[in-house]
């Protein structure tokens, strides 16, 4: 599969790291400061590469128990959730706890059918395939919830008096939120809607290229492609509804009230 | 029986010790204005809010003609004791939008937005026939008062609970709303109440058959201060 993958040597890499430090230099000159971030960041990529290329390595192994698979995923998982809670300028208790069920039931729902119904790899949670794609899946999703639910808390924050005004008249919850809801549910998907648009056009994805890279015939890149990127929706769409409605049920009663003071600002 | 009635309405500021609002219980019987006046912070909103049942509370109960409001009625229940907030949101680029909002809400399933009955009401509080058509964002805090009344007065409801309704009012317009009001009662005496929350003492007296006084989450007849 990869036989026409050109093999990076040591010295290869370190014609690339010249390329860098050309940066670094550049920004002396220019006095823009930023070249002691820009090592730094290089330096983080580097270890964070070199890392999680061990762990892949070993997870990758052909005998590798399910259970370790797993556990891999599930710290991922939650990763995704907290990094999608921190995002937002206001917080409610347990938005954590909702952004973390909801990037882990969405994003392990369409994983799980992408393995055992489209891919169909054997065993169907093989870490070559499960660990990658539920990656991507989480990125995106993770992109999706944070921005669907930043929405959410700063409308109803800003927009309290038209709730409560609507619930003095008589409506429901529901109906009293509904709009601030389908608004936050759509600001979520935004990205990835755009992503697909453009798809081929502006951007070859990053899996795409590294499938042509490594010499796959560009068709099958393609089919790969197109799966992934119907994965991602789905699990984009299910995320953010599933925490924008998580979100909801937080913020009113069974009564019909509004809970703002459960809406802090960071 | 009174018409409604909030009994030992109590509630508290999370993790804090001190009431605000302290077990107040309050009878609203039919065909009267109450009025209940008292400093900023006393607690007057929050004892409105939680006899439309907006905010949940520590204590108490509050009962229309007799029945406590029920858990799944909410939103009923509001139909008919109709809270209008200070500063009311509109909802609608024009006044005639604003006004037809409510009719889109499942509760009004099948009941349609009166035009000359709102343009009537308009013309008692001095408003020009154009005023249906004018944009919310271009009417002043007075004109946004008397659009939020009227569209509550025009849903029918049983208790109207009025927060401050003519703030931001001239005086000769806010004795427009007095009037109006106090005929709106006298309509349908039997069915119809309101309590009226203002900080204006003269207003109160003006209004109050038997005025009230809100001090740091305590009622009491107005007298007695």
């Given at each position: 599969?990869?036989?026409?993958?050109?093999e990076?040597?040591?010295?290869?890499?370190?014609?690339a790291?010249t390329?860098?430090?050309?940066?670094a230099?550049?920004?002396?000159?220019l006095?823009l400061?930023?070249?002691?971030?820009?090592?730094?960041?290089s330096?983080?990529c580097?270890?964070?590469l070199?890392?999680?290329?061990?762990?892949l390595?070993?997870?990758f192994?052909?005998?590798r128990?399910?259970?370790?698979?797993?556990?891999l995923?599930?710290?991922?998982?939650?990763?995704?959730?907290v990094?999608?809670?921190?995002?937002?300028?206001?917080?409610?208790?347990?938005?954590?706890?909702?952004?973390?069920?909801?990037?882990w039931?969405?994003s392990?729902?369409?994983?799980g059918?992408?393995?055992?119904?489209?891919?169909?790899?054997?065993?169907?949670?093989r870490a070559?395939?499960?660990i990658?794609?539920?990656?991507?899946?989480?990125?995106?999703?993770?992109?999706?919830?944070?921005l669907?639910?930043?929405?959410f808390?700063?409308?109803m924050?800003?927009?309290r008096?038209?709730?409560?005004?609507l619930?003095?008249?008589?409506?429901?919850?529901w109906?009293?939120?509904?709009?601030?809801?389908?608004?936050?549910i759509?600001t979520g998907?935004?990205p990835?809607?755009?992503?697909m648009?453009?798809m081929?056009i502006?951007?070859?994805?990053?899996?795409m290229?590294?499938?042509?890279?490594?010499?796959?015939?560009?068709?099958m890149?393609v089919?790969?492609?197109?799966?992934?990127?119907f994965?991602?929706?789905?699990?984009?769409?299910?995320?953010?509804a599933g925490?924008v409605?998580?979100?909801?049920r937080r913020?009113?009663n069974?009564?019909?009230q509004?809970?703002?003071d459960?809406?802090a600002?960071k | 029986?009174?018409?409604?009635?909030?009994?030992?309405?109590?509630?508290?500021?999370?993790?804090a010790?001190?009431w605000l609002?302290?077990?107040?219980?309050?009878?609203?019987?039919a065909?009267?204005?109450?009025?209940?006046?008292?400093?900023?912070g006393?607690?007057?909103?929050?004892l409105l809010?939680?006899?439309?049942?907006?905010?949940?509370?520590?204590?108490?109960?509050?009962?229309?003609?007799g029945e406590?409001?029920?858990?799944?009625r909410?939103?009923g229940?509001r139909?008919?004791?109709?809270?209008?907030?200070?500063?009311?949101?509109?909802?609608?680029?024009t006044?005639?939008?604003?006004?037809?909002?409510?009719?889109a809400?499942a509760l009004?399933?099948?009941?349609?937005?009166?035009?000359n009955?709102a343009?009537a009401m308009?013309?008692t509080?001095?408003?020009?026939?154009?005023?249906?058509?004018?944009k919310?964002?271009?009417?002043s805090?007075?004109?946004a008062q008397?659009?939020?009344?009227v569209?509550?007065a025009?849903l029918?409801?049983t208790?109207?609970?009025?927060d401050?309704?003519t703030s931001a009012?001239?005086?000769a317009t806010?004795?427009?709303?007095?009037?109006?009001?106090?005929d709106?009662?006298?309509?349908?005496?039997?069915?119809?109440?309101?309590?009226?929350?203002?900080?204006d003492?003269?207003?109160?007296?003006r209004?109050?058959?038997?005025?009230?006084?809100?001090?740091?989450?305590?009622?009491?007849?107005?007298?007695e201060?």
């Amino acid at each position: 599969m990869n036989g026409d993958l050109i093999e990076l040597s040591l010295g290869q890499l370190g014609v690339a790291t010249t390329l860098i430090v050309a940066s670094a230099l550049l920004s002396i000159v220019l006095r823009l400061g930023l070249h002691g971030r820009l090592l730094w960041a290089s330096l983080r990529c580097v270890v964070q590469l070199l890392l999680i290329g061990m762990v892949l390595k070993w997870v990758f192994a052909p005998d590798r128990a399910w259970y370790v698979i797993f556990s891999l995923a599930m710290a991922m998982t939650v990763i995704a959730g907290v990094v999608a809670m921190g995002r937002g300028e206001r917080r409610y208790p347990g938005m954590g706890l909702d952004s973390v069920v909801a990037i882990w039931a969405c994003s392990w729902l369409v994983t799980g059918v992408a393995l055992a119904a489209v891919v169909r790899p054997d065993p169907w949670y093989r870490a070559q395939y499960a660990i990658p794609m539920l990656g991507m899946i989480l990125h995106n999703t993770l992109n999706g919830v944070s921005l669907g639910l930043n929405r959410f808390c700063g409308e109803m924050a800003q927009r309290r008096t038209e709730i409560e005004t609507l619930l003095a008249l008589g409506a429901t919850r529901w109906e009293a939120a509904r709009e601030i809801v389908q608004q936050s549910i759509r600001t979520g998907l935004i990205p990835t809607i755009n992503a697909m648009t453009v798809m081929g056009i502006v951007s070859l994805p990053g899996m795409m290229t590294g499938q042509l890279l490594s010499g796959v015939d560009p068709n099958m890149a393609v089919r790969y492609q197109v799966a992934i990127m119907f994965f991602i929706a789905a699990a984009s769409t299910l995320g953010t509804a599933g925490v924008v409605l998580l979100g909801y049920r937080r913020l009113f009663n069974a009564d019909h009230q509004f809970l703002p003071d459960r809406l802090a600002a960071k | 029986m009174p018409l409604l009635e909030a009994v030992g309405i109590a509630r508290r500021a999370p993790r804090a010790e001190a009431w605000l609002v302290d077990h107040v219980s309050l009878a609203v019987p039919a065909g009267r204005i109450i009025g209940v006046s008292g400093p900023s912070g006393s607690g007057k909103t929050l004892l409105l809010r939680a006899m439309a049942m907006l905010d949940p509370v520590d204590a108490g109960e509050v009962r229309l003609r007799g029945e406590p409001a029920r858990r799944d009625r909410v939103p009923g229940f509001r139909s008919q004791v109709a809270y209008l907030h200070q500063r009311p949101a509109l909802l609608g680029q024009t006044v005639r939008e604003a006004l037809a909002r409510p009719y889109a809400i499942a509760l009004r399933r099948g009941q349609r937005f009166d035009t000359n009955r709102a343009e009537a009401m308009f013309q008692t509080l001095g408003r020009d026939t154009g005023f249906l058509d004018k944009k919310t964002g271009d009417l002043s805090g007075g004109e946004a008062q008397i659009a939020a009344l009227v569209r509550t007065a025009a849903l029918d409801p049983t208790v109207l609970l009025l927060d401050e309704p003519t703030s931001a009012l001239d005086p000769a317009t806010a004795q427009a709303v007095e009037r109006w009001l106090v005929d709106w009662i006298a309509a349908a005496p039997d069915g119809r109440a309101i309590v009226w929350v203002s900080h204006d003492a003269a207003q109160v007296e003006r209004l109050g058959i038997a005025p009230w006084r809100m001090c740091a989450g305590r009622l009491s007849a107005g007298d007695e201060t």
